[in-house]
Each structure stands twice: as structure tokens, then as C-alpha cells.
């Protein structure tokens, strides 16, 4: 693990080289963007990320159908190796993460819009703070 990027974007060494990963099916609030775009829970969800993946943490980077997205980002499930913690999973479950279902990457995707549904049934993170009306559960993005 290389460093978090965003909510949902991270860093990681594979061997030699250093890439961009986009962990599949779920969507993080924005903490940057054109014009300084900051979304409600941003910065909450780019904290719950780092926590659960400090800078040295041993990651395993699962691969769905569809490898790489149009910005080139390593498309993957993410994995704690020490205990094989789910990260994308967990950003779900916890409400920092609004589920994004993308075909053919579908591997996880029942399980993460359950995750994130239970969650928004809780009024957990984003959900409790943000209201849900731009980020409806199973939607595109």
C-alpha cells in the first residue's frame, strides 16, 4: 500500500510498478474536482479509508472482468492481507461508500448494495448526514 488517494481511489505497488486503484462497487463522496468540488462525507470517507488501509498495510488486489476504467485505474476488490478485511465491503456495511454497480464488474455487487442498503437503513455515515437523494442504492454513476 502505497497511500489513499480518495474514499475510493488508493495506491498500491505491484511489484516493480506504482498504480491508481479504483475499488469496484461502491462510489465515495468527492474531497476534490473541478472548482474545488467537495461532496457532503468526503473527507470522512477519504479518513475511513486511510484508517483501514495506513500507509505499509499488504493489500490483496482482486480483479473482476473489466481490468482498467477510462482515467486507466486498476479496477479491483481490496483486501486487508494481514486479516483479509474486505475494504470495499466494509466502506459499504459502515456508510461511507454508496454502492456503484458497473457491468460487467459484478462479482461483489449484491452483496455491497446490501451492505450499503443496511446501512442506509441505519442513517449510518453519508447517509445519516447527507440525505440519500443524489445517491439512490444500486445506482450508475
Given at each position: 500500500?502505497?497511500?489513499?488517494?480518495?474514499?475510493?481511489t488508493v495506491r498500491v505497488k505491484l511489484g516493480d510498478t506504482e498504480e491508481a486503484v479504483r475499488l469496484i462497487g461502491i462510489d465515495?463522496?468527492?474531497?476534490?474536482?473541478?472548482?474545488?468540488?467537495?461532496?457532503?462525507?468526503?473527507?470522512?470517507?477519504?479518513?475511513?479509508?486511510?484508517?483501514?488501509?495506513?500507509?505499509?498495510?499488504?493489500?490483496?488486489?482482486?480483479?473482476?472482468?473489466?481490468?482498467?476504467?477510462?482515467?486507466?485505474?486498476?479496477?479491483?476488490?481490496?483486501?486487508?492481507?494481514?486479516?483479509?478485511?474486505?475494504?470495499?465491503?466494509?466502506?459499504?456495511?459502515?456508510?461511507?461508500?454508496?454502492?456503484?454497480?458497473?457491468?460487467?464488474?459484478?462479482?461483489?455487487?449484491?452483496?455491497?448494495?446490501?451492505?450499503?442498503?443496511?446501512?442506509?437503513?441505519?442513517?449510518?455515515g453519508l447517509w445519516g448526514r447527507c440525505g440519500d437523494a443524489d445517491r439512490p442504492i444500486g445506482s450508475q454513476r
Amino acid at each position: 500500500m502505497v497511500r489513499v488517494v480518495d474514499g475510493d481511489t488508493v495506491r498500491v505497488k505491484l511489484g516493480d510498478t506504482e498504480e491508481a486503484v479504483r475499488l469496484i462497487g461502491i462510489d465515495t463522496p468527492e474531497t476534490h474536482g473541478r472548482g474545488g468540488l467537495r461532496e457532503c462525507f468526503g473527507q470522512e470517507a477519504t479518513r475511513r479509508t486511510e484508517a483501514l488501509l495506513p500507509k505499509g498495510t499488504r493489500v490483496r488486489v482482486v480483479r473482476d472482468v473489466e481490468a482498467r476504467d477510462r482515467y486507466r485505474r486498476l479496477l479491483a476488490y481490496v483486501y486487508r492481507e494481514d486479516d483479509g478485511m474486505f475494504v470495499n465491503l466494509v466502506l459499504a456495511r459502515e456508510g461511507y461508500a454508496a454502492p456503484l454497480t458497473i457491468p460487467p464488474n459484478v462479482a461483489h455487487a449484491e452483496e455491497i448494495v446490501a451492505a450499503a442498503a443496511g446501512a442506509r437503513e441505519q442513517s449510518l455515515g453519508l447517509w445519516g448526514r447527507c440525505g440519500d437523494a443524489d445517491r439512490p442504492i444500486g445506482s450508475q454513476r
